[in-house]
């Protein structure tokens, strides 16, 4: 026991993962798990410091199939305007996030309608000076923008899963017996510090560790990483829910890709991110093993999440079975299970009625942390003031913004001037 202790600096047993999982799958899987662990932490390390900036140079060119590349920047569309390439029969590669290449598993993707992704979402000086050897010169590159301010706002105002004993709870499973109220304490905040899982609302403090950390504005830095000329910018406005659709069809033919369907464009008026992200999806278990998923209305949480590609297509949506359509957020929300599953359950009804209870309440909670959270959020306005009164701050970003808008500026002088929250900072500043 003192030994366990001591391995894991500290950590109660009843906090220890490792312990955990000896505890519930045997010491085979501690040992499978250990070794995983231990190969991804130093494969991360080799692969940051070792391949991306010294190896990478020596690297074969990507197969020349690609339509585009596009850079994608944090809390600028990106979910959604993946989303819509997809309804477009359009498939990315992620060649590399932040600074970690995936360019070892490109030699098994076989996808024919694709373009590479290169995500820059956390503000880190990129290791991969080399990235122009393996790219095609000329490729139309896509770049998503959005006003600089708005994007801090909605970084405040983000949040993430809150970090539980076992790692975050994203996938965690709920029972019928629990308190739902706990159960949907699950959003955390970052605060100056960086996260802080006792933080339950944003905190705007959380600029300073968002500028430094989490959030890339280095739009002209890495456009000089590449030879490539052909740069298409394409602004947030521009595929908001009422120009969506005519964007991706006039991209389509520039960019070579299948138009999206007159039928589905429903679909790109769809919300990808609204104050029920992390609240949802919630994963109830039902009968030992019957998983319920109660997601946003039109499945869109569940869309780019990889652990429920194999039963997305057989889910069926219950909640006029089990919820009161006077709920108010009756038409936001979805409850889901297998189709296999409903028939061995629709016929219990000591269970249905169960399930219509724990809904009664799950309902009522769920719209009052809604809620919360919305009432909670800062604006464009509070983040232009806490600037104000931190120079230090203000001063910082203006300096990066002046460097890396450049070529924006040059080039699509109209997208800068859209920026109403922008004009004003730089009225301050």
Not at 36 to 55: A, D, G, H, Q, V
Request: glycine share 2%; net charge positive.
């Amino acid at each position: 026991m003192a030994i366990f202790k001591k391995i894991y600096k500290g950590k109660s047993m009843k906090k220890s993962k490792s312990i955990q999982i000896i505890k519930q799958q045997g010491i085979a899987e501690f040992i499978k798990y250990k070794k995983n662990k231990i190969y991804t932490k130093y494969e991360k390390k080799f692969n940051i410091n070792i391949f991306t900036p010294y190896l990478l140079k020596f690297c074969k060119p990507l197969k020349d199939d690609y339509k585009f590349i596009l850079f994608s920047y944090g809390v600028s569309g990106h979910w959604a305007f993946k989303s819509f390439l997809k309804y477009c029969e359009l498939d990315d590669f992620v060649l590399y996030q932040n600074n970690y290449s995936y360019y070892k598993e490109y030699k098994n993707f076989n996808k024919k309608n694709y373009y590479i992704e290169i995500a820059w979402y956390q503000s880190m000086q990129p290791k991969y000076k080399h990235i122009s050897k393996i790219l095609n010169k000329n490729k139309p590159v896509v770049i998503l923008t959005r006003d600089p301010i708005s994007r801090l706002k909605t970084m405040v105002n983000h949040g993430s899963y809150k970090i539980e004993e076992l790692g975050k709870n994203e996938l965690k499973n709920f029972y019928i017996n629990e308190d739902i109220f706990e159960n949907l304490d699950r959003i955390s905040y970052t605060d100056k510090n960086g996260h802080n899982a006792n933080l339950k609302k944003p905190d705007l403090s959380s600029i300073y560790f968002i500028v430094n950390e989490e959030l890339s504005f280095s739009y002209f830095s890495n456009i000089n990483l590449i030879k490539n000329k052909n740069i298409l910018y394409v602004d947030t406005k521009s595929i908001s829910k009422d120009n969506a659709f005519a964007t991706i069809k006039t991209l389509a033919k520039e960019l070579n890709f299948k138009e999206p369907n007159d039928n589905d464009e429903y679909k790109f008026k769809q919300k990808f991110w609204n104050e029920l992200y992390y609240l949802l999806p919630y994963r109830l278990i039902v009968n030992n093993d019957i998983l319920i998923i109660v997601s946003d209305e039109n499945k869109v949480f569940l869309d780019n999440d990889k652990h429920y590609n194999e039963i997305k297509d057989d889910l069926i949506d219950i909640k006029k079975e089990l919820v009161n359509t006077k709920s108010k957020l009756f038409d936001k929300i979805s409850i889901n299970i297998e189709n296999k599953n409903w028939t061995i359950i629709k016929d219990d009804k000591a269970l249905i009625n169960d399930l219509r209870e724990y809904f009664e309440k799950f309902m009522i909670i769920l719209e009052k942390k809604a809620n919360e959270r919305l009432e909670n959020m800062v604006k464009e306005e509070d983040v232009l003031n806490y600037l104000k009164e931190h120079q230090d701050l203000g001063k910082k970003i203006k300096n990066i913004l002046d460097y890396e808008l450049q070529h924006i500026k040059e080039h699509r002088p109209d997208i800068i001037n859209s920026w109403e929250c922008y004009k004003k900072f730089l009225e301050i500043f």
